[in-house]
């Protein structure tokens, strides 16, 4: 299958990002106002994520899980199963990549990873644009009507709290 149509299903984890906020603020008893105080944001902002209008950013995601004592992989609540370089979900064992020992990458896409290195020297903006080409049938699956401009934005919060990409942020820090 083409990998634009696979990409179309990260709708789901977006999904997840808006539950995993309002499953920690419910666990804390806390107001979206209490909540938001803390993390110096503002109630709207709160309101946002957990409509799953916006996706908190990377350095919003470190503080709530600063903040709250949680990891990042905790907060967002990985699904088994999304690859952490496209986001695509890995549903059956042929849709993920291999180790080097040819086992089954649980972390990891067929098309991103193989024998344990990537496949392709891709960027972030690659795939960005990539996933925008098949932006009608994510929009169909999801029942979204997102313009170019919005999903890109969803995108570009979406992409760095994957795994691949929070490496190479942090890479570029040091
Ligand atoms: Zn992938």
Avoid at 51 to 59: A, L
Avoid at 69 to 79: A, E, F, R
Avoid at 136 to 145: F, I, R, S, V, Y
């Amino acid at each position: 299958m083409c990998q634009v149509l696979k990409l179309s299903k990260k709708e789901v984890s977006t999904i997840e990002t808006k539950d995993a906020i309002l499953g920690l603020r419910n666990r804390l008893n806390m107001s979206q106002d209490e909540f938001a105080e803390k993390l110096f944001v503002t109630r709207q902002a709160v309101s946002r994520w957990e409509n799953g209008d916006t996706i908190p950013n990377t350095d919003t995601l470190k503080l709530i899980a600063k903040t709250f004592n949680i990891s990042v992989d905790q907060l967002l609540g990985y699904p088994a199963g999304l690859c952490q370089s496209c986001g695509m979900t890995l549903e059956h064992d042929s849709d993920k990549g291999t180790e080097q020992d040819g086992s089954k990458s649980e972390e990891f896409c067929a098309f991103c990873y193989q024998r344990g290195n990537f496949t392709q020297d891709i960027t972030m903006e690659e795939i960005i644009e990539l996933n925008l080409q098949a932006l009608d049938e994510w929009n169909k699956a999801a029942g979204l009507q997102l313009t170019e401009q919005e999903a890109r934005i969803q995108l570009q919060q979406f992409l760095p709290t994957l795994k691949r990409w929070r490496a190479v942020s942090a890479s570029e820090n040091i």
